[in-house]
């Protein structure tokens, strides 16, 4: 049976065909948190430093899937799941290998 990281991987392989180039991986799952992590190589720019592109969808795929676990334990059930905004300001250049972590400060009811 696969853990909780690879199934949310295959899940995001299989409902994002695009993921699958993008070189990301699971990095974390916990209660309320969600970190993928994705190679600097495969998202350099001619700076050799992350594709700002690559760095924000990491940053959205991670909240995409934050917001996926967190419905799953909840026993909530939906049927789409789609983001609506984003935005992200780059504060210094990346290059290194990096993640994205989201994090959800809700404490249920």
């Avoid at 699971?26 to 495969?42: E, F, R």
């Avoid at 592109?53 to 940053?59: F, K």
Wanted: aromatic share 8%; hydrophobic share 35%; with cysteine.
């Amino acid at each position: 049976m696969q853990n909780l990281t690879e199934k949310y991987l295959d899940d995001l392989l299989n409902s994002i065909p695009v993921v699958k180039s993008l070189d990301v991986d699971v990095d974390h799952i916990g209660g309320n948190t969600v970190s993928l992590k994705a190679p600097l190589s495969t998202h350099i720019n001619y700076e050799g430093t992350a594709f700002g592109g690559s760095i924000n969808t990491l940053c959205v795929l991670s909240s995409y899937l934050l917001v996926h676990h967190l419905l799953k334990n909840a026993k909530l059930p939906f049927s789409h799941l789609v983001i609506q905004d984003s935005s992200i300001k780059y504060l210094y250049p990346v290059d290194k290998d990096f993640k994205a972590t989201a994090k959800s400060h809700h404490r249920g009811s």
